[in-house]
């Protein structure tokens, strides 16, 4: 099994930054891919940025140019950065991983961007 631990959300104003972090533990061995998603109220969860265990990355048209996806294997923590943070951007953030065993997720962290 592998347990996923996020933090690094809150408040903040429309135009501002704020850095995800993911710590992932267990079954590090077995993760393929870890990724970011995110469900704003009365929304589908959907997916914000993917990385590799290779460090390909993928993201969303709508955080394009604006989030960055990393990974620091020697702490087996996945990061997410994001700039000009738009009020449309307010979400529970959610830490996710791909094994070779199956799913998992983190508890999520409530990202709020105020206009």
């Known amino acids: 099994q592998v347990q996923l631990v996020e933090s690094g959300g809150g408040l903040v104003q429309a135009g501002g930054s704020l850095r995800l972090s993911c710590a992932a533990s267990?079954?590090?061995?077995?993760?393929?891919?870890m990724g970011w998603y995110r469900q704003a109220p009365g929304k589908h969860r959907e997916l914000v940025a993917t990385?590799?265990?290779?460090?390909?990355?993928n993201y969303a048209d709508s955080v394009k140019g604006r989030f960055t996806i990393s990974r620091d294997n020697a702490k087996n923590t996945v990061y997410l950065q994001m700039n000009s943070l738009k009020p449309e951007d307010t979400a529970v953030y959610y830490c996710?991983?791909?094994?070779?065993?199956?799913?998992?997720w983190g508890q999520g962290t409530q990202v709020t961007v105020s206009s």
């Open positions: 996710a991983a791909d094994t070779t065993s199956g799913d998992y």
């Open positions: 267990g079954s590090i061995f077995s993760i393929n891919a």
């Open positions: 990385i590799t265990s290779g460090g390909s990355t």
